[in-house]
């Protein structure tokens, strides 16, 4: 059998347990409306209002996505290498130190413009 | 016979009765993790901790999630009500999906057939988990921000960044484990360890592997995602009823998920401790599982004592940890594994290894009192600053240095 319909049997498990969760939930739990109940819990303060579209963070965390690509690209690379690592030999080895050095130029680069800090 | 050809032969039902009896160890052992922790957590903190419901408080984490069916499902006026539903719906779904690979015992005989614990055995295995735990991201970012609140956008941001930060150099830590195993299916990487451990033969990577699972699976001290003092309760700030049971569900099988990871790739997963004389003929089959859940509960003890012992970090310094310390010294360790295994397979004479094994160290030292220097010298700049009669106010120390430095100067000149 294809090795991957396990996989799905037991998504399809944890989804339907999911699904059934939250459906006993919306059923079994009592309703009584409140208006400040709906509001955005803010520790009792009126919320601040929010921005279009779920509001503003700073840019840093799109940064941290940004090089976060670059390094798993690098591993993707990494893995293939690793599995036939003894079938490569000195060849691939001295490949993999090229590969990870240039990609070490760019890490490097990124700490120097602090990139890396966070304030 | 493989373990891959032997879990090949299981026909429909067989799979199925093996879903759902992976699905429940994950939820049994969660419930019981949650008992646990809060048990051993009060001990450390010398309280008694959860007594009341069944013997010793077993039952403790049922009544919760009882108690959590009868309360009321809020959801509040600004969320995204389509998202908001799904969010927990994906961590849910996703959290079991690691298990499927993760070999539980070795061949045992199930209803009269051969078969051994584990889903199914692919030739990517490792890969495939990597994959299944980023889409549990997912579940938390899109939890953040569909709830139209500031806290849980900002809880969600912070747990998806700092995620994926320790999800590299978790990755890295890997390489060598596949360079060692040749493989990157669980089965066969457990079949490598039949000698050694990796723990033991590449315990540098163990090390970079256990601190980025901790970070990876939002744990303390790395629990900066729901940093109460700052976040009130991270990204399921908004949440209440069952949806939030559903979180936390997914949270600890992550946590058990990671565990079993790290016996499978580092501790000889389901075998018996190597050089005791046990046996696959006379401690093999369901015993094998014992020594699985043993090795799981020994790594979520562990996740228990830290959070019992150590204080929670502060972003940034959570972040350097990640970016500027794991990142860079896995990547060393790798190119190190690398030459070692290709010197010795190319028949290298001892003393060719012996010497670049010496200079590896000497670098290493090297570096560190290179860095330890610059950090003493910084320390009495700062130091000096602090005397000089011209700022009229203390000048703070800040742990962003450089930058004081600077200003420093600046206002000298």
Same mark, same amino acid.
């Given at each position: 059998?294809?090795?991957? !319909?396990?996989?799905?049997?037991?998504?399809?498990?944890?989804?339907?347990?999911?699904?059934?969760?939250?459906?006993?939930?919306?059923?079994?739990?009592?309703?009584?409306?409140?208006?400040?109940?709906?509001? #955005?819990?803010?520790?009792?303060?009126?919320?601040?209002?929010? #921005?279009?579209?779920?509001?503003?963070?700073?840019?840093?965390?799109?940064?941290?996505?940004?090089?976060?690509?670059?390094?798993?690209?690098?591993?993707?690379?990494?893995?293939?290498?690793? !599995?036939?690592?003894?079938?490569?030999?000195?060849?691939?080895?001295?490949?993999? #130190?090229?590969?990870?050095?240039?990609?070490? !130029? #760019?890490? !490097?680069?990124?700490?120097?413009?602090?990139?890396?800090?966070?304030? | 016979?493989?373990?891959?050809?032997?879990?090949?032969? $299981?026909?429909?039902?067989?799979?199925?009765?093996?879903?759902?009896?992976?699905?429940?160890?994950?939820?049994?052992?969660?419930?019981?993790?949650?008992?646990?922790?809060?048990?051993?957590?009060?001990?450390?903190?010398?309280? *008694?901790?959860?007594?009341?419901?069944?013997?010793?408080?077993?039952?403790?984490?049922?009544? $919760?999630?009882?108690?959590?069916?009868?309360?009321?499902?809020?959801?509040?006026?600004?969320?995204?009500?389509?998202?908001?539903?799904?969010?927990?719906?994906?961590?849910?779904?996703?959290?079991?999906?690691?298990?499927?690979?993760?070999?539980?015992?070795?061949?045992?005989?199930?209803?009269?057939?051969?078969?051994?614990?584990?889903?199914?055995?692919?030739?990517?295995?490792?890969?495939?988990?990597?994959?299944?735990?980023?889409?549990?991201?997912?579940?938390?970012?899109?939890?953040?921000?569909?709830?139209?609140?500031?806290?849980?956008?900002?809880?969600?941001?912070?747990?998806?960044?700092?995620?994926?930060?320790?999800?590299?150099?978790?990755?890295?830590? *890997?390489?060598?484990?596949?360079?060692?195993?040749?493989?990157?299916?669980?089965?066969?990487?457990?079949?490598?360890?039949?000698?050694?451990?990796?723990?033991?033969?590449?315990?540098?990577?163990?090390?970079?592997?256990?601190?980025?699972?901790?970070?990876?699976?939002?744990?303390?001290?790395? $629990?900066?995602?729901?940093?109460?003092?700052?976040?009130?309760?991270?990204?399921?700030?908004?949440?209440?009823?069952?949806?939030?049971?559903?979180?936390?569900?997914?949270?600890?099988?992550?946590?058990?998920?990671?565990?079993?990871?790290?016996?499978?790739?580092?501790?000889?997963?389901?075998?018996?401790?190597?050089?005791?004389?046990?046996?696959?003929?006379?401690?093999?089959?369901?015993?094998?599982?014992?020594?699985?859940?043993? @090795?799981?509960?020994?790594?979520?003890?562990?996740?228990?004592?830290?959070?019992?012992?150590?204080?929670?970090?502060?972003?940034?310094?959570?972040?350097?940890?990640?970016?500027?310390?794991?990142?860079?010294?896995?990547?060393?360790?790798?190119?190190?594994?690398?030459?070692?295994?290709?010197?010795?397979?190319?028949?290298?004479?001892?003393?060719?290894?012996?010497?670049?094994?010496?200079?590896?160290?000497?670098?290493?030292?090297?570096?560190?009192?290179?860095?330890?220097?610059? @950090?003493?010298?910084?320390?009495?700049?700062?130091?000096?600053?602090?005397?000089?009669?011209?700022?009229?106010?203390?000048?703070?120390?800040?742990?962003?240095?450089?930058?004081?430095?600077?200003?420093?100067?600046?206002?000298?000149?």
């Amino acid at each position: 059998m294809n090795p991957y !319909v396990p996989i799905i049997a037991v998504g399809a498990i944890g989804f339907g347990f999911g699904l059934i969760s939250l459906a006993a939930g919306a059923l079994t739990g009592p309703k009584r409306y409140n208006r400040a109940k709906l509001e #955005a819990y803010e520790c009792g303060i009126e919320p601040s209002p929010q #921005a279009q579209g779920g509001g503003r963070f700073p840019i840093k965390y799109f940064l941290t996505a940004m090089l976060f690509i670059i390094f798993d690209i690098e591993i993707v690379f990494l893995y293939p290498w690793a !599995v036939t690592f003894d079938q490569l030999g000195v060849f691939g080895l001295i490949e993999m #130190a090229l590969f990870i050095l240039t990609v070490f !130029v #760019a890490y !490097v680069y990124v700490w120097r413009r602090g990139g890396l800090e966070w304030d | 016979m493989t373990t891959a050809e032997l879990i090949g032969q $299981d026909p429909g039902w067989l799979i199925t009765v093996k879903a759902f009896m992976v699905f429940g160890l994950c939820v049994i052992l969660t419930l019981i993790a949650i008992w646990a922790e809060r048990r051993i957590v009060a001990r450390m903190q010398m309280r *008694l901790g959860p007594n009341r419901t069944g013997k010793f408080g077993l039952l403790q984490s049922l009544a $919760d999630g009882v108690k959590l069916a009868f309360k009321e499902d809020l959801i509040p006026k600004a969320a995204d009500k389509i998202i908001f539903v799904l969010a927990p719906l994906i961590s849910v779904t996703v959290c079991f999906l690691a298990f499927a690979v993760i070999p539980i015992s070795g061949p045992v005989s199930l209803f009269g057939r051969q078969t051994a614990m584990q889903l199914t055995d692919l030739p990517v295995a490792v890969l495939y988990i990597l994959a299944v735990t980023s889409i549990g991201v997912y579940g938390i970012v899109l939890a953040g921000w569909s709830s139209g609140s500031v806290y849980p956008l900002l809880g969600g941001l912070r747990s998806s960044a700092q995620v994926i930060s320790y999800e590299i150099s978790l990755g890295l830590s *890997l390489v060598a484990v596949f360079i060692y195993a040749g493989s990157m299916s669980t089965s066969e990487i457990v079949a490598a360890q039949d000698r050694f451990w990796f723990a033991l033969v590449l315990f540098p990577s163990f090390v970079i592997f256990v601190i980025s699972m901790v970070g990876e699976t939002n744990r303390a001290p790395f $629990d900066l995602a729901e940093a109460e003092g700052e976040l009130v309760g991270g990204f399921h700030t908004e949440y209440s009823s069952l949806k939030f049971a559903l979180f936390f569900l997914a949270e600890y099988v992550n946590i058990i998920s990671v565990s079993a990871l790290a016996t499978t790739l580092f501790l000889g997963g389901y075998r018996a401790v190597p050089g005791l004389g046990f046996t696959e003929a006379w401690l093999g089959g369901w015993f094998t599982v014992f020594w699985f859940l043993g @090795k799981v509960s020994l790594f979520f003890f562990f996740f228990i004592w830290l959070r019992g012992t150590l204080p929670r970090l502060r972003y940034d310094q959570f972040m350097k940890l990640g970016w500027k310390v794991l990142i860079p010294s896995s990547l060393a360790w790798i190119l190190v594994v690398a030459t070692l295994r290709v010197l010795t397979a190319e028949g290298a004479s001892q003393f060719i290894i012996g010497g670049f094994t010496l200079g590896v160290v000497l670098l290493v030292l090297a570096a560190s009192t290179l860095y330890e220097r610059s @950090k003493v010298k910084r320390q009495a700049f700062l130091h000096n600053i602090g005397e000089m009669p011209e700022p009229s106010f203390p000048l703070p120390v800040m742990p962003t240095a450089r930058k004081n430095e600077r200003l420093v100067i600046e206002s000298h000149e």
